[in-house]
């Protein structure tokens, strides 16, 4: 008898082992998951506002060699502009922490989106010839190329080449950015992988890091900075280096840098965030 009570008291423990080694593995598992930034990713664009409804902020620009070595902060922090409204909880790369009262970005809410997105492309009005030492894929802006803003479009959220379309399908939007149309803004400009994949509608469209006219004003959406320093970010952006954008008030930096393995910013900003 006694060696069967030991007999079952071993198979009891080893159950135990056993799902809490499971357990133990989805947690291990699930933190790793929370590792937003993606390991391929050696150029990092970080942009602070003081709040949620905050429409200036700060752009830092980090560096790696590789995954595995520290951030390098680069240079002096740029001032930049945000949407009208501040900040929107925005579709991005992998943005699974919604805060607490914190808005869902929308389709002409006024809202810069918040969270982490991927940098695909750059773009402006100058033939690429005349983009020295570009190192992403460019788009020349003419007067046919549109970002289409209307939710019922299949273009939804792309920017497109109207006479392309009209040579093989039909133009089914009412609403869009003519880009070419846009001065100054869109002279020079990043364009943002918000709402990509999937495409959701309503979500908001035509997200970009682009030139201000006024470091006074606010954006409709995107994000604003002086010319030349736009003009400093292109060239220095690396499609070889899988460039990253996030955008989140000095608050939720702060509380998401163990969490997200976030940089830690050589900067007082970060650290004077009480109430954000």
Same mark, same amino acid.
């Not at 790696?64 to 929107?88: A, H």
């Not at 020349?140 to 109207?162: L, R």
């Given at each position: 008898?006694?060696?069967? =009570?030991?007999?079952?008291?071993?198979?009891?423990?080893?159950?135990?082992?056993?799902?809490?080694?499971? /357990? %133990?593995?989805?947690? %291990?598992i #699930?933190?790793?998951?929370?590792?937003?930034?993606p390991? #391929?990713t050696?150029?990092?664009?970080?942009?602070i506002?003081?709040?949620i409804?905050?429409?200036?902020?700060?752009? =830092?620009t980090?560096?790696?060699?590789?995954s595995s070595l $520290? +951030?390098?902060?680069l240079?002096l922090?740029?001032?930049?502009?945000m949407?009208r409204?501040?900040?929107? +909880?925005?579709?991005?790369?992998?943005?699974?922490?919604?805060?607490?009262? %914190?808005?869902?970005?929308?389709e002409?809410?006024?809202?810069?989106?918040?969270?982490?997105?991927?940098?695909?492309?750059?773009?402006?009005?100058?033939a690429?010839? *005349?983009?020295?030492?570009?190192?992403?894929?460019?788009?020349?802006?003419?007067?046919m190329?549109?970002?289409?803003?209307?939710?019922?479009?299949?273009?939804?959220?792309?920017?497109?080449?109207?006479?392309? !379309? $009209? $040579?093989?399908?039909?133009?089914?939007? &009412?609403? &869009?950015?003519? @880009?070419? *149309?846009?001065? !100054?803004?869109?002279?020079?400009?990043?364009?943002?992988? =918000?709402?990509c994949?999937?495409?959701?509608?309503? #979500?908001?469209?035509?997200?970009? /890091?682009?030139n201000?006219?006024?470091?006074?004003e606010? @954006?409709?959406?995107?994000?604003?900075?002086?010319?030349?320093?736009?003009k400093?970010?292109i060239? +220095?952006?690396?499609? &070889?280096?899988n460039?990253?954008?996030?955008?989140?008030?000095?608050?939720i930096?702060?509380?998401?840098?163990e969490? +997200?393995n976030?940089?830690?910013?050589?900067?007082?900003y970060?650290?004077s &965030?009480?109430?954000?």
């Amino acid at each position: 008898m006694k060696l069967k =009570y030991n007999l079952k008291v071993t198979l009891k423990n080893i159950v135990q082992i056993i799902v809490l080694t499971i /357990l %133990f593995t989805n947690v %291990f598992i #699930s933190a790793n998951d929370e590792i937003a930034i993606p390991k #391929s990713t050696k150029q990092i664009l970080i942009v602070i506002t003081d709040s949620i409804t905050a429409t200036k902020g700060l752009l =830092y620009t980090l560096e790696r060699d590789s995954s595995s070595l $520290e +951030w390098k902060q680069l240079n002096l922090p740029i001032k930049v502009v945000m949407g009208r409204n501040g900040l929107g +909880w925005g579709n991005g790369i992998k943005n699974p922490y919604l805060p607490k009262n %914190f808005p869902q970005k929308v389709e002409g809410d006024g809202r810069s989106p918040a969270g982490i997105f991927n940098l695909t492309s750059v773009f402006g009005y100058n033939a690429k010839e *005349q983009m020295k030492d570009l190192k992403m894929p460019y788009i020349k802006v003419n007067e046919m190329t549109e970002c289409i803003d209307d939710p019922t479009s299949k273009y939804y959220n792309q920017i497109v080449s109207k006479d392309k !379309i $009209e $040579e093989n399908d039909k133009v089914d939007w &009412s609403s &869009s950015e003519k @880009m070419s *149309q846009a001065g !100054i803004y869109y002279e020079l400009g990043v364009v943002v992988d =918000y709402n990509c994949n999937p495409i959701v509608k309503n #979500s908001g469209s035509c997200i970009f /890091l682009h030139n201000w006219a006024d470091s006074n004003e606010t @954006m409709a959406g995107c994000t604003g900075m002086a010319p030349e320093k736009m003009k400093e970010i292109i060239l +220095w952006l690396d499609e &070889s280096k899988n460039p990253t954008l996030i955008q989140l008030t000095k608050r939720i930096y702060y509380d998401l840098i163990e969490q +997200w393995n976030l940089p830690k910013i050589k900067d007082s900003y970060i650290k004077s &965030s009480e109430n954000s």
